[in-house]
Nanobody, 123 residues
Framework: QVQLVESGGGLVQAGGSLRLSCAAS????????MGWFRQAPGKEREFVAT???????YYADSVKGRFTISRDNVKNTVYLQMNSLKPEDTAVYYC?????????????????WGQGTQVTVSS
């Protein structure tokens, strides 16, 4: 069982930056792929980025070049550095975990989820 707690959301102007953090419980964090998803008002939750157990990273086209996912296996934490933020990045951002060595892009591949953190980008 893994428990995830996100932090770092907030209000930022367009063009600004935020760094989200997701702290995970448990002693086998390194065995999990970690993902970030987001859900904007009135829309379905969508994939943002993932890092595999070996720290390979993959991104949605909409954030590629602006967002960076990273992990610290000592601190049991995954980060999402968000730069050049746009109003369309406004959403609740969720951290998710999936045990395994693959790349996981779909919600139903992640059994563990955090409670979400709000990111609002003003124009």
């Amino acid at each position: 069982q893994v428990q995830l707690v996100e932090s770092g959301g907030g209000l930022v102007q367009a063009g600004g930056s935020l760094r989200l953090s997701c702290a995970a419980s448990g002693r086998t964090f390194g065995a999990y792929a970690m993902g970030w998803f987001r859900q904007a008002p009135g829309k379905e939750r969508e994939f943002v980025a993932t890092t595999t157990w070996s720290s390979s990273t993959y991104y949605a086209d909409s954030v590629k070049g602006r967002f960076t996912i990273s992990r610290d296996n000592v601190k049991n934490t995954v980060y999402l550095q968000m730069n050049s933020l746009k109003p369309e990045d406004t959403a609740v951002y969720y951290c998710a975990a999936a045990r395994g060595t693959g790349r996981y892009y779909k919600e139903n591949e992640y059994p563990y989820w955090g409670q979400g953190t709000q990111v609002t980008v003003s124009s």
